[in-house]
C-alpha cells in the first residue's frame, strides 16, 4: 500500500508541476502578445499621420520638410494692405502676378534715406543676398549702393527701404525676416533643400532669418538643387 500510495504522490506532483508550468508559460505567451500589439500600434501611429491640407495619409519621413512649412502665404501684417502685396503673388504658375508683386517692391528702392535710415539699411542688405541668381554676397555694398541688379534684389531692397521710411518702429531682424520670406518665394526649390539640410542640423527652417539670409549660407551645398534654385520670377 506504502508503494501505491507513493506512486500516487508522484504522479500528483507530476500533474502539479505541470499545471505551473504551463501557467507560466501561458502568462510569457500573453505578455509577448500584448508588447507586439502596443508595437504595432505605435508603428501604424508613427509611419502614418493625416495631411490636413490634402485630407491623404502620408509617410513621415525624417529629414523631409513640406513645402508648406515654409513658403509665406496670405497677406504680409504690417504692409500688405499698403503696398497692395500678398504672398500668394509670387507664384511659378502665375508669371504676371508675380512681375507685378516684384514691381510694387522694386518701386520704393531709389527711396532717399537719412543718416540714421542707411545705417540700418546696410546692415540689413548686408545681412541677405540674391546668390541663387547673381550669386552675390549682399543685397548691398558698406556704402549702401547696390551689390546686385537683378529683380528680386530690387524686390528686396525696396522693401526695406519702404519699411524704414514708413515703419521705423520695426526691428532689423523683423525687416530682414520679411526680406527672407520674399527671397524663399522667388527661390522656392532651393529653400526647400535648404531647409532640410538645416533640420538635420538642429536648426529651425521656419525662421527666416535662418533659412534665407546669410547666417547659414550655403547649408544645402551637397544636395541634389533645381537648376536656378527653382527661381520664380525673372533675374
Same mark, same amino acid.
Given at each position: 500500500?506504502?508503494?501505491?500510495?507513493?506512486?500516487?504522490?508522484?504522479?500528483?506532483?507530476?500533474?502539479?508541476?505541470?499545471?505551473?508550468?504551463?501557467?507560466?508559460?501561458?502568462?510569457? =505567451?500573453?505578455?509577448?502578445?500584448?508588447?507586439?500589439?502596443?508595437?504595432?500600434?505605435?508603428?501604424?501611429?508613427?509611419?502614418?499621420?493625416?495631411?490636413?491640407?490634402?485630407?491623404?495619409?502620408?509617410?513621415?519621413?525624417?529629414?523631409?520638410?513640406?513645402?508648406?512649412?515654409?513658403?509665406? =502665404?496670405?497677406?504680409?501684417?504690417?504692409?500688405?494692405?499698403?503696398?497692395?502685396?500678398?504672398?500668394?503673388?509670387?507664384?511659378?504658375?502665375?508669371?504676371?502676378?508675380?512681375?507685378?508683386?516684384?514691381?510694387?517692391?522694386?518701386?520704393?528702392?531709389?527711396?532717399?534715406?537719412?543718416?540714421?535710415?542707411?545705417?540700418?539699411?546696410?546692415?540689413?542688405?548686408?545681412?541677405?543676398?540674391?546668390?541663387?541668381?547673381?550669386?552675390?554676397?549682399?543685397?548691398?555694398?558698406?556704402? %549702401?549702393?547696390?551689390?546686385?541688379?537683378?529683380?528680386?534684389?530690387?524686390?528686396?531692397?525696396?522693401?526695406?527701404?519702404?519699411?524704414?521710411?514708413?515703419?521705423?518702429?520695426?526691428?532689423?531682424?523683423?525687416?530682414?525676416?520679411?526680406?527672407?520670406?520674399?527671397?524663399?518665394?522667388?527661390?522656392? %526649390?532651393?529653400?526647400?533643400?535648404?531647409?532640410?539640410?538645416?533640420?538635420?542640423?538642429?536648426?529651425?527652417?521656419?525662421?527666416?532669418?535662418?533659412?534665407?539670409?546669410?547666417?547659414?549660407?550655403?547649408?544645402?551645398?551637397?544636395?541634389?538643387?533645381?537648376? %536656378?534654385?527653382?527661381?520664380?520670377?525673372?533675374?
Amino acid at each position: 500500500m506504502d508503494c501505491c500510495n507513493n506512486k500516487m504522490e508522484k504522479n500528483e506532483n507530476k500533474i502539479e508541476h505541470k499545471e505551473k508550468k504551463f501557467n507560466y508559460e501561458f502568462a510569457i =505567451q500573453i505578455a509577448l502578445v500584448a508588447v507586439l500589439a502596443l508595437l504595432i500600434v505605435y508603428d501604424v501611429g508613427k509611419i502614418s499621420s493625416i495631411d490636413s491640407t490634402t485630407g491623404g495619409s502620408i509617410a513621415t519621413v525624417p529629414g523631409v520638410v513640406s513645402a508648406s512649412k515654409i513658403i509665406p =502665404q496670405g497677406v504680409p501684417e504690417v504692409y500688405g494692405t499698403e503696398l497692395k502685396v500678398k504672398y500668394d503673388d509670387v507664384s511659378a504658375n502665375n508669371a504676371q502676378s508675380t512681375e507685378a508683386a516684384i514691381q510694387k517692391l522694386t518701386a520704393y528702392e531709389d527711396m532717399q534715406l537719412d543718416e540714421t535710415q542707411m545705417k540700418r539699411y546696410v546692415k540689413i542688405g548686408s545681412s541677405i543676398a540674391c546668390e541663387y541668381c547673381c550669386g552675390a554676397q549682399s543685397l548691398v555694398f558698406s556704402n %549702401g549702393q547696390r551689390a546686385c541688379g537683378c529683380a528680386h534684389s530690387y524686390a528686396m531692397r525696396g522693401l526695406a527701404k519702404y519699411l524704414l521710411t514708413k515703419h521705423p518702429d520695426i526691428t532689423d531682424e523683423q525687416i530682414l525676416n520679411e526680406l527672407g520670406k520674399w527671397k524663399v518665394l522667388f527661390f522656392p %526649390g532651393v529653400h526647400e533643400q535648404k531647409a532640410q539640410a538645416l533640420t538635420a542640423k538642429g536648426v529651425d527652417p521656419t525662421n527666416y532669418i535662418n533659412l534665407a539670409s546669410n547666417l547659414y549660407r550655403g547649408a544645402e551645398k551637397g544636395q541634389t538643387q533645381p537648376a %536656378g534654385g527653382g527661381m520664380v520670377g525673372g533675374c
